[in-house]
């Protein structure tokens, strides 16, 4: 396999990503904007995860129970889109990465979804979260192509959307720009020396020398050879399946924001995109590492979504995709320095890889340049992991 390179050395650099996602790549730019001579390996650099996520900046409508501190890194990541969105775009040379700010309506079909939406609302309003109930006919006032049986909803205009496919675009061109050596090989091994992490070596046979490693290979993770035991990160994938459908101009607007509910137990989200592609999603299986688009997957999101929307049934279906997304054993992501030195992980993002894209960015920087993982990150330090690992031994 080739490697295409923008410095014709294999090292030393200050900091080599291991992983070319949206997560390895705003950490690979903001590592060069810091002045670090910065190197990121990755056999499709742009791809994983992103180009099947829906691209949901949902910090408020994806709250869960027991993830309230989780929620403060959402927020707060969630605030920096708007700069990031326009910053981005400046860096990669005009690419636009369809930040939206349209909102999102959360809507319930029976009296069940409806019981469950309104303990969602109880939760967001203890955590001080801007959403508002709607009766079934305000709902369909805001979205007339919702089914009739609506029972009611929560109207979030802070949760928003990106489009992850050109936001990894982005990311990648501002990488090229900022001057990051972009080698399109897979990492075969880390290499570590005297108890310290000192690069990798590569497929192709590239020797990567750094003084600082940052494995950001989502899902994948936890599979790199040559990582010492205690520092392995305990990452899984979890597979989601997305449909993407064309809205023909005759039918636009079809929905003017997204629009997500609880069926039957099932999430299923529906996110529109100006350009009039649809994102249907998205199935959450343990399946491992199968990738494999199933029609029974296919049938249940379009079952439910014609139960939401029954006129998406008339729409063209031009894509169906599988991905993986990386989940960490609390659903939260593994942020800064290891216990070994010099390797540093940003990984385990689950469903929230699009929406901590910025902030991921910002605290990788920080630890790379400082040496110090910024206060809001420290719940998510990969040694609470290391630390629950020593109690359990006790």
């Known amino acids: ?103 999102t309506l959360a809507v319930a079909l029976d009296a069940d979804d409806r019981l469950h939406l309104r303990e969602l609302h109880a939760l967001q309003r203890r955590c001080g979260l801007q959403s508002q109930w709607l009766t079934g006919r305000e709902c369909r006032r805001l979205e007339p192509m919702l089914a009739p049986g609506v029972r009611g909803g929560l109207r979030v205009d802070g949760d928003h959307q990106a489009d992850p496919r050109r936001l990894a675009a982005a990311l990648l061109a501002a990488c090229e720009r900022a001057g990051v050596a972009v080698h399109r090989s897979r990492a075969e091994r880390l290499t570590v020396a005297a108890d310290r992490a000192t690069g990798a070596v590569l497929e192709d046979g590239t020797a990567l020398r750094a003084d600082q490693v940052v494995l950001a290979a989502g899902s994948l993770s936890g599979r790199l050879p040559g990582l010492p035991p205690g520092v392995v990160p305990p990452v899984r994938p979890v597979k989601g399946q997305v449909l993407r459908l064309t809205v023909p101009p005759a039918y636009r607007p079809f929905l003017s924001r997204t629009v997500r509910a609880v069926v039957r137990g099932s999430h299923v989200y529906l996110v529109p995109r100006e350009n009039g592609e649809l994102v249907l999603g998205a199935t959450s299986e343990e399946l491992g590492w199968d990738t494999t688009v199933t029609a029974g997957g296919v049938y249940e999101l379009l079952r439910d979504a014609h139960e939401l929307v029954p006129g998406i049934t008339e729409l063209p279906l031009t894509e169906t995709r599988a991905g993986l997304r990386p989940g960490s054993p609390d659903n939260a992501p593994l942020l800064g320095p290891t216990e070994l030195p010099g390797l540093h992980l940003a990984t385990g993002h689950y469903r929230n890889g699009v929406l901590l894209t910025p902030l991921t960015g910002e605290v990788l920087a920080e630890v790379l340049t400082t040496g110090e993982l910024p206060e809001i990150a420290r719940p998510f330090s990969p040694r609470r992991f290391s630390a629950a690992r020593e109690e359990s031994l006790v």
């Open 1 to 103: 396999m080739q490697s295409s390179v923008h410095s014709g050395s294999s090292g030393p650099f200050d900091v080599l990503v291991v992983g070319g996602g949206i997560i390895g790549l705003v950490t690979a730019w903001r590592a060069a904007q810091r002045g670090l001579r910065t190197a990121l390996c990755d056999p499709s650099p742009g791809g994983g995860a992103a180009q099947v996520a829906a691209g949901m900046l949902a910090a408020v409508t994806e709250l869960h129970y027991g993830e309230e501190t989780l929620l403060g890194l959402n927020l707060a990541s969630a605030e920096r889109y708007p700069h990031f969105a326009a910053e981005l775009s400046e860096a990669a040379g005009g690419v636009d990465i369809g930040y939206r700010p349209c909102g």
